[in-house]
């Protein structure tokens, strides 16, 4: 992916360094005479040629590397996970992915005509699996986008919910990591962590936030955990392109707070989550808090490349990858003092929100010390599925 990105930065290069040398001539002559002789050896560069010879040494590389891996795995060795450098990380977030996920979601919303409704949405079906046997809606012609299609609805008994289980899975996906929270950094992958606090934000003094005020004695997890006795457990489940793109309340609780981080829009899927160290805090997303029977609980949405659209169903307000919001700041929002004392009251199970496409649920919750997930890293698991109970 860095080598691509560098070729594709390349290419580009001979024609700004063509602007910057003209540039002079043309606010002093008022002319635009082309000064090509400095930049004539770099137009002699083929970025074509380049890439395809690069690309397939790099290619071959991976696959040598990926002989190796398996070889240490073979002999029972576990490999350390290669993380990308800092200016790796940097250059993959020059890439303008939020305006192209807003043109790709304005692609998403052009009506398709009626005879190239089938061809179009048979070859997403089969591209990634798609079973639109559970679709409420199983007649391609009646989608009239790419994007109503995204965000098809189920059949009410495809997705029976778990009664017996205090948490269950909020949407389709693949289980990333999940356990207890140990100290401030959280698994999003075997090996690869984040911060707790740079991923939920900063504490806030203010009364009406779930969130509890700032201690200087206690660390940020233990100031999540309200309750004497418990602990804290968190679960990610990444929404591949052909899962059910909905999601729905993982227990009963109260949704008391928002807090909206615009960001970047980079790739979620399993093997960037291996690469990058906190993507999750990097990418765009929407943290709801609240409470449940035992404490502190948050479901996060975390946002992805062409995933800029992140709605939640009783949330006008929210507004994501807007070009009003910059990077680098967050907004709140507080359902205790708009209308709702209580906050907003979540049934499990009940429709809370949905993606444009896919992308990664992360769950963040405080239970006794009894709590059990029954999961395994790595397995495939359906919405209304039991994630863990007491």
């Not at 002699?44 to 190796?68: D, F, M, N």
């Not at 070859?123 to 986008?145: P, Q, S």
């Amino acid at each position: 992916v860095s080598v691509c990105l560098c070729l594709w930065w390349l290419s580009l290069a001979p024609g700004c360094l063509s602007f910057i040398v003209n540039l002079p001539v043309f606010f002093v002559t008022g002319t635009r005479k082309i000064h090509t002789a400095p930049v004539r050896s770099l137009f002699l560069l083929r970025p074509v040629p380049i890439l395809l010879a690069t690309g397939g040494g790099y290619a071959g590389y991976r696959q040598y590397e990926k002989y190796r891996e398996r070889k240490l795995e073979k002999l029972g060795l576990e490999i350390p996970p290669k993380l990308a450098s800092h200016w790796e990380v940097a250059l993959y977030k020059s890439v303008p992915t939020r305006l192209l996920s807003r043109a790709w979601g304005r692609l998403n919303q052009v009506e398709l005509p009626h005879w190239l409704r089938r061809p179009v949405y048979s070859l997403y079906i089969w591209t990634f699996g798609v079973n639109m046997k559970e679709a409420a809606v199983e007649d391609l012609h009646h989608y009239r986008n790419l994007s109503e299609f995204f965000r098809r609805k189920l059949k009410p008994q495809a997705r029976p919910v778990c009664g017996l289980h205090s948490v269950i899975s909020p949407s389709d996906g693949k289980i990333l990591n999940f356990g207890q929270v140990k100290n401030c950094e959280v698994e999003q992958v075997k090996g690869v962590t984040y911060s707790l606090e740079s991923f939920l934000g900063p504490r806030t003094s203010t009364e009406d936030l779930s969130f509890p005020p700032a201690s200087s004695r206690d660390s940020f997890r233990n100031q999540l955990v309200t309750r004497e006795g418990n602990e804290l457990y968190h679960c990610v489940i990444y929404l591949a392109p052909g899962d059910y793109h909905c999601f729905h309340s993982p227990t009963d609780w109260t949704v008391s707070h928002r807090r909206h981080f615009p960001g970047s829009l980079m790739s979620v899927n399993p093997g960037m989550a291996r690469w990058i160290k906190e993507l999750f805090c990097h990418n765009e997303r929407v943290v709801l808090t609240g409470d449940w029977k035992h404490g502190f609980f948050s479901l996060t949405a975390v946002g992805a490349t062409n995933v800029g659209s992140i709605r939640i169903y009783f949330d006008q307000d929210l507004h994501t990858n807007s070009p009003r919001y910059s990077k680098g700041s967050y907004n709140d929002f507080s359902f205790v003092t708009h209308g709702n004392k209580e906050g907003v009251p979540m049934r499990k199970g009940e429709h809370l929100g949905e993606f444009n496409l896919g992308s990664t649920i992360v769950l963040i919750f405080e239970a006794p010390k009894d709590f059990n997930f029954r999961l395994k890293a790595g397995q495939k698991i359906r919405f209304g599925e039991a994630l863990g109970s007491l």
